[in-house]
């Protein structure tokens, strides 16, 4: 076969000029020849390459360099072997192919070391110069010798809805939640390594795919999450996840993508790490060899190192995690490179110091401490791990009252940055309870009162409430300090009525099924003081019968229940007074009451009035149905207790009386309304979630107040900024950078601190318009920035 100058150029000349610049060991390589030549035909091939090295050899560039060492070389070779004679270059063959079965069993040994699993025919092709002289199918050989099969890759970048940006967005949102996967995120189940390249396929699962239904029930979870740093972020994975699909991908697609983006920040830490961090995250050893192999192999405009600006976004953003993973990407010659690296250090710097203030912090400012920190590293998992395990403050003011035989319970919330907060009322007998495992649970609930509807009668408790900014259910949610109240329930007899028939008294009612005995005492105009005052009047459970009354008088009745607590001794019930009179009543018109005033007392409203002369009952309206109470029971209370009434809804009150025929004559009403509430304000000042690091770049003046309204109020909210030490007692004393009506329930306003007002100043928030209103400041140490 005649010399191929062109093939012997591409396959020779351009290998050894781009490669390590050393010659093939291969004389048969080295001279162009495929096989042995002989005779004629071996001495005119010598002439044609050698004619061939010498024309090249004059001219420029790295052919010419290449074309004179093979002269040089073959000079050499000259005096050692006549390269003329059959004989030479059928030696030269034998050691080519002895040379080649070396270089198989290396190349074998090489790649067992660097591939686990498979390797693809551009790997192949591009191995050291050492390895030039194998053919394609020795190549392949090497590969089956080393146990490897031979990969067929995938293109890159992965196509699926999403831009880098998102791409990235979703990876910092994993993280936050702890994931590792899209998979883990739809499938949190799934243990055993899955595929992705052509659909998931989970083994021993086959009926697992991820599509429309898996998208449609994990938003129905997301629903139910509360709003902690892991719920938030798992519900952004879920929009950023329906983006991609609503912009043409679907779920496969956006899960292998996510692992093609993650690898590809590791794709120059060799095959075998890749490998291993794509199995870490549960992906099955042969998608990872083909991940591996395919950002190996990739040549497109993807993936793309980060550029410096795009550290310093992460870095606005609050996610130094991400941060710091990109900027190890970044080559150091890189312009800006050491600014950023220096910000990147300054913000973890920042972040340990925070954290370490709040591994020895007291309950009141941990949690400013762990947000300030969440602020800067909001996508760290040893800062994530800290606020989820961080619970709110303990309840205050909490008080136990009884109501028609429960127990009602109420507390408030101190000042928090939870938005979402679970509390669980736990009861115990002995002693309050140290954690949310001990006694019975009574309920869980998201608002500050509960009720207990059957506490034991007569028993000692205690009610404690635990307060939690995560899953109750989560056997991991951090649950605040215990604040515990001992409550002891004595349900009075309810129901209670009588009626004068022929001198005696009939009377009757319903006790408590704990009851272990009920005492009657009367007494004659005006109900007994206590259980030795007035006279018994035996009776049964629910009833008794009192002879032998006078015409003219009005007799009050003191029914007591009576309870054993675990010691069995006896308790006694608020005695219910039923009053009755004998004295003949006349319709007539009847004098209404005066003075009548309308007051809170704790979760219910005292109305109180003077009664006119000879009247003994009243009733009373407020907004619902009547109630009636007689003059006895209204002394007995000390005025008629009502629950809550509205403000905006008048309480009407009017003297009633019933004749001998049962016609009931009215007096006309007199009404009187409940004064409204001073309402509460509070409020939390932080930083901007997300430009926490701003500060740290020269650029961050960002505050955020949150702020609770109790109670109604028409007044406005001032946010004030002052400069200097001293914090501003007025207004006037700042500078006002915002307002916001208090109509509502709460809110929360983002601000900006002119940068007028210096690096030293005081943020406090005042109440104009409203007053009465009593506004309550966080911790100081929270409102002073210098």
Known sequence: MAFDADVYEREVLRPVRVGSGALPEDLLTRYGMTAPLSGRALTEHLRAVRSYWTTKSGGAGGLSRVCKALLAADTALAKTGDLASDAFWRDAARRRDQLRAELVTDLADDLRREYSGGVTEQQLERLPDRYRPLTPAQRREAAAQAGLRLITTIELPVACGLPEAKMRELDGKLIEAGLKSVVAFFMPDVTAPFTLIGGLSVPGSPSLKLGRPVLEEAKEDAAALGNDPASQARRAVLRLVEDGVKNGGDLNRIALAHFAHVLSRSSGSGHAFIVREATSRGLHADDAEVLAASLAGHTGPAPQLISVQEVRDLLTEGRLHAAQQALSSIPAETEGHHEVAAAVAQAQAKVEDLLRQAATADAATVEGLLRRAGAIAGDDPAVIGMLTRLPPPAVTDLSVRSSAGAAELSWRLPPTGFPDVHYRIVRTSGAPAVSVADGATVTTTTATRAADPDPPPGHGVFYTVFATGAD???????????????????????????????????????????????????????????????????????????????????????????????????????????????????????????????????????????????????????????????????????????????????????????????????????????????????????????????????????????????????????????????????????????????????????????????????????VEGAPGTRLVDPPLSTLKVD
Not at 486 to 498: E, M
Not at 661 to 668: A, F, L, P, V, W
């Open 472 to 766: 109750p259910r989560n056997p991991d949610a951090a649950w605040s300090p215990p604040v515990s109240a001992g409550h002891r329930s004595l349900p009075p007899v309810t129901a209670a009525k009588g009626r004068l028939r022929d001198g005696s008294a009939e009377l009757g009612w319903r006790a408590h099924p704990g009851t272990v005995r009920v005492t009657v005492r009367r007494g004659t105009d005006a109900p007994p003081r206590g259980h030795d005052d007035g006279t018994e009047v035996r009776g049964d459970h629910d009833s008794c019968v009192d002879g032998g009354l006078a015409a003219d008088v009005e007799y009050f009745y003191a029914v007591t229940a009576w309870y054993r607590d675990e010691a069995s001794r006896e308790h006694a019930a608020e005695a219910v007074v039923i009053s009755l009179s004998a004295r003949p009543r006349v319709s007539r018109k009847l004098a209404p009451v005066t003075g009548l005033s309308v007051e809170r007392r704790g979760t219910q409203v005292l109305v109180a009035w003077a009664w006119p002369k000879g009247v003994v009952l009243a009733e009373v309206r407020a907004g619902g149905g009547p109630h009636r109470i007689s003059r006895a029971a209204y002394i007995s209370a000390g005025g008629c207790l009502l629950p809550m009434v509205d403000p905006a809804v008048p309480v009407e009150v009017r003297s009633l009386q019933a004749d001998t025929d049962g016609e009931i004559s009215y007096s006309t009403p007199v009404t009187a309304q409940l004064e409204a509430p001073a309402a509460t304000v509070s409020y939390v000042v932080d930083v901007v979630p997300g430009g926490g690091i701003r500060r740290f770049l020269g650029r961050g003046r960002a505050r955020r107040v949150t702020v609770t309204v109790d109670g109604p109020c028409a007044g406005d909210l001032l946010v004030v900024a002052a400069r200097g030490t001293v914090m501003p007692l007025r207004p006037e004393a700042g500078e006002v950078i915002a307002r916001r009506s208090l109509s509502g329930r709460g809110f929360a306003i983002d601000v900006e601190v002119p940068e007028g007002i210096g690096r030293r100043y005081w943020l406090r928030c005042f």
